[in-house]
């Protein structure tokens, strides 16, 4: 509409009047942008998944904070992003041992107490999925024998694949398989064998399945699976034959008096066999057939000879192959922490032998009071080697994160 | 449910109509709904009004809607004068959610709220002066999300249809110089929310789990719907309007109107719950201490059964319809042309809470509500203008305007039962005639907002703060079409 020459002027100072009353009124929206997360399209959302070691858990317990010490966190941390954890109150879900020698715990607590989740951590999208206890099978099945309070807890009836794919990822880290291996290892393989090879890969494919068709374009890391000889809840035989004083300590550990002898097997004299801590337990047990004898053979509980530590590596080194594949198929970066840990052994971070005279630190720094989940610092050490895997596959410039 | 702008219930007509309602609405065959202005306020009364980005109490538009717009205007028509029509609202809207960048269009449908104006002006004792009723959708409101959309606990679809009737009077006062008018206003609304159920919120009621305990802290996602509420009702209530048009010089004139607030009781409105299966299972070990493997579902059934906590039962709540002021100037002086500048008070202060009463066993389960909105005043600036492109009888009429509404919604009542934000409008019409006596106005709106920070989640109490619960960013852009036909006799 063209409006005669003179209508013009009043019209349009008119209109700027209105368009100065909006701008003006408009001034305070401003403040009320949009949240930008996230560094870049990488990692705008990032899930874990994996087992105890992802979800935090250490010294056979879990809380808050020592969630908020997973490499999972830190990594979070490191690329800018959100990260929500199923936080548990204090004193935890179990709480974690706080004394070695006594196995007193968090608070006073027991193995099965359980402080519920903080009701300020209950959110629709976790970043953190990773369940204590999960072995291969247990990210895509909700019904796995491996099932414990805390799949509850934290997937609240899902899957963990189900759940990571809540928050819409764009990169995820998956660390899973430890526990496949680790609770055979530990008991010696008296409670059942490792997952076979052939089920693993089945499995591990099946949950890479769900995540990739699910989420087109979806980035991440996988972790191979630690070959758990190495860690300080198995400790050398040889050390309770060799060498008198710590076998004493052992001795104070299972009755509570140094000078009770606790036999070892003739079996055990070079046969380079490692002992699980969970033997103490089964000593002092009353139950009838509990071990009453450190023994080597194959068949014994509580200890790995060398043809059953053969069995753990290899299987473990077959693990990592296919995960190793699974990442190059997925275009996904791998990590093998084994070196790392071989390193820390190396430099006597992770104690060959456990210190039965500490309270708070028997297996060195690495190591928290369970003898297999890593220390605050461990995971510090784990999230660095994350890092420069990343930046190695995909050309970012993560920082890595001190420690001391 | 949902037939032909009537709420069905079991069959029967839902207790708040009034046949007369009915009949007004089936004879028109269209829906009152949509928000396009500020709030749940609707502004579209008719097409030369929106052509004119609703700019008309300064300087009325010269047909029978100046009953709604400024009703001591109306003595102004001559004769018997009759206008209505409708105007079509599509709604372009969405959520950004923060934690996955994830956007979720809103997909609420194209609403069509209607007008009707009936006005005669002639003489009394000398004076100009008319009588005339008017029918028209001063609130409205339909927000309708997917049912993906992580703010569907919130609402997952808002409905609220209002029209007011209003008989109006309107005498010259002063003779040539000032005409006052006004009259009662009944109006009558209906309410519909349907609310997603979230599990994470509800609590687990099992031997051995703490009291207090909600599945949400036995790691049930909120977000996770187990059912799906459907509150409705209808009301009627009474207020008044007036209006006055000031004719300061031959070419400068001064309207006013005001439309009083009116609160709507809707105190027999049914609550319906319907069970949403979330596929949860019990995982080995639970805390619950039931068997792996058992049904979530399974054990939320009983809730949803004649005299449970879910069972169908009555509802009630309560919305104020706020007043609405407004004012303005008009200049006639250039040949064929009409320029209006208008500013417009909305009352929403009284909008403060929104209170969900259940008066069945929903309220012992201790889920009675009341939704915290806070709205402030809002106002609005609005200039419009037409020109007569040719003679009066055969000339075409070009309109065009814009206006800006600020929002009522305090940053922190941003939800998607309505994500308010300010509004930019801008507008162009066109009227001509069809025979002597009958014309037909066109119009096009178009609302553009710059989006707005909001929340999914619900405020349950005063200290929360924006900051707190936004969590994504919502955008809004609405497409207004009117169509009116006019008679003049």
């Known amino acids: ?404 | 449910m949902y037939t032909g702008g009537v709420f069905m219930i079991d069959g029967r007509l839902s207790s708040g109509w009034t046949w007369p309602a009915v009949v007004g609405a089936l004879a028109l065959g269209l829906v009152p709904a949509m928000s396009a202005g500020q709030g749940f306020g609707l502004n579209d009364v008719g097409s030369c009004a929106v052509g004119r980005a609703y700019a008309a109490t300064g300087a009325p538009c010269q047909d029978a809607s100046v009953i709604y717009w400024n009703p001591g205007a109306a003595p102004s028509l001559r004769g018997f004068s009759f206008y209505g029509g409708a105007a079509p609202i599509g709604v372009a809207g969405g959520f950004t959610a923060d934690t996955t960048g994830h956007r979720y269009a809103s997909n609420a449908p194209v609403a069509v709220p209607p007008h009707v104006f009936v006005n005669y002006a002639g003489q009394l004792g000398g004076r100009a002066a008319s009588a005339g009723i008017g029918l028209y959708v001063p609130y409205g409101l339909t927000s309708q999300w997917p049912a993906s959309f992580p703010g569907r606990f919130e609402a997952q679809k808002a409905s609220l249809q209002t029209f007011y009737i209003q008989p109006n009077v309107a005498i010259e006062v002063v003779r040539h110089v000032l005409t006052l008018g006004g009259g009662p206003v009944i109006g009558h609304s209906t309410v519909e929310l349907d609310q997603a159920l979230d599990l994470a919120a509800a609590p687990v009621a099992a031997p051995g789990v703490p009291p207090g305990t909600t599945f949400g802290l036995l790691g049930v996602a909120p977000g996770t719907q187990f059912g799906l509420a459907t509150i409705t009702g209808g009301a009627t209530a009474v207020g008044w309007t007036v209006g006055a048009m000031l004719h300061a010089t031959s070419d400068v004139q001064i309207g006013a109107r005001f439309l009083s607030a009116m609160t709507f009781h809707y105190d027999a409105g049914t609550a319906t719950f319907k069970e949403t299966p979330t596929g949860l299972v019990l995982a080995t070990g639970n805390p619950v201490g039931l068997p792996p493997g058992t049904p979530v579902d399974a054990l939320l059934a009983p809730q949803f059964a004649a005299g449970g906590p879910l069972g169908r039962q009555g509802a009630r709540t309560r919305i104020v319809h706020p007043l609405q002021a407004e004012g303005g100037i008009g200049y006639t002086g250039l040949p064929g042309t009409t320029v209006d500048l208008d500013v417009a008070y909305t009352g929403w202060q009284s909008f403060e809470t929104l209170p969900l009463v259940f008066t069945g066993p929903a309220a012992l389960a201790g889920l009675n509500r009341t939704l915290l909105e806070n709205y402030g005043d809002s106002w609005s600036v609005r200039l419009g203008a037409e020109h007569l492109f040719g003679d009066s009888a055969r000339g075409i009429t070009g309109r065009a305007g814009f206006s800006y509404a600020t929002t009522p919604a305090p940053p922190v009542t941003v939800t998607p039962l309505l994500p308010d934000m300010n509004r930019f409008n801008g507008a162009v019409g066109v009227g001509f005639p069809l025979t002597r006596a009958v014309g037909l106005d066109a119009a096009y709106l178009h609302v553009f907002t710059r989006g707005r920070r909001g929340r999914i989640t619900e405020r349950t109490s005063p200290a929360q703060t924006a900051a707190e619960l936004n969590s994504g960013f919502y955008d809004l852009a609405a497409n207004v079409f009117s169509a009116s036909l006019r008679l003049h006799l």
């Open chain 1, 1 to 404: 509409m063209r409006l005669p020459r003179i209508a013009r002027r009043p019209l349009a100072a008119s209109t700027l009047l209105v368009i100065a009353f909006a701008s003006a009124c408009e001034q305070k929206e401003l403040v009320n942008g949009p949240r930008l997360t996230g560094k870049d399209t990488l990692f705008a959302s990032y899930v874990a998944l994996g087992n105890s070691i992802t979800a935090g858990f250490q010294s056979g317990g879990i809380l808050d904070t020592t969630q908020a010490e997973s490499y999972a966190a830190l990594f979070a941390h490191q690329v800018g992003t959100r990260y929500a954890f199923p936080g548990f109150r204090p004193p935890g879900c179990p709480p974690p041992i706080v004394n070695f020698q006594t196995g007193a715990r968090l608070g006073g607590g027991t193995p099965s107490t359980c402080a519920l989740r903080d009701p300020s951590s209950v959110t629709m999208a976790l970043n953190n999925v990773a369940v204590p206890g999960a072995a291969v099978i247990d990210p895509t099945s909700p019904l796995s024998p491996n099932g414990n309070p805390l799949t509850t807890l934290i997937l609240g009836g899902k899957t963990q694949v189900q759940r990571a794919l809540d928050a819409q990822p764009t990169f995820v880290s998956i660390w899973i398989g430890n526990n496949d291996v680790l609770g055979p290892a530990l008991s010696g393989f008296a409670f059942g064998t490792p997952t076979p090879v052939d089920s693993f890969g089945l499995r591990y494919d099946a949950m890479m399945a769900q995540l990739t068709s699910a989420r087109k374009g979806l980035t991440g890391i996988l972790f191979g699976v630690v070959n758990v000889t190495q860690v300080p809840a198995l400790f050398p035989v040889d050390s309770l034959i060799a060498d008198p004083t710590f076998k004493a300590e052992f001795n104070a550990a299972v009755t509570g008096n140094p000078a009770t002898d606790v036999p070892v097997s003739g079996d055990c004299n070079g046969a380079h066999a490692l002992v699980s801590l969970e033997i103490i337990a089964a000593l002092q047990s009353t139950t009838p057939g509990h071990p009453t004898s450190v023994d080597c053979a194959t068949q014994a509980p509580f200890t790995l000879d060398t043809v059953k530590q053969a069995i753990v590596s290899q299987t473990v080194a077959a693990y990592n192959q296919h995960i190793s594949t699974a990442a190059t198929s997925a275009g996904f970066a791998f990590i093998d922490v084994n070196p790392l840990l071989a390193q820390l052994r190396a430099r006597g971070l992770i104690a060959a032998r456990p210190d039965f005279t500490s309270a708070t630190a028997p297996f060195g720094p690495v190591f928290t009071l369970d003898g297999f989940h890593p220390s605050a610092l461990a995971q510090q050490l784990i999230v660095n080697a994350m890092i420069a895997a990343v930046n190695t596959k995909y050309g970012t410039a993560i920082d890595t994160v001190a420690h001391p």
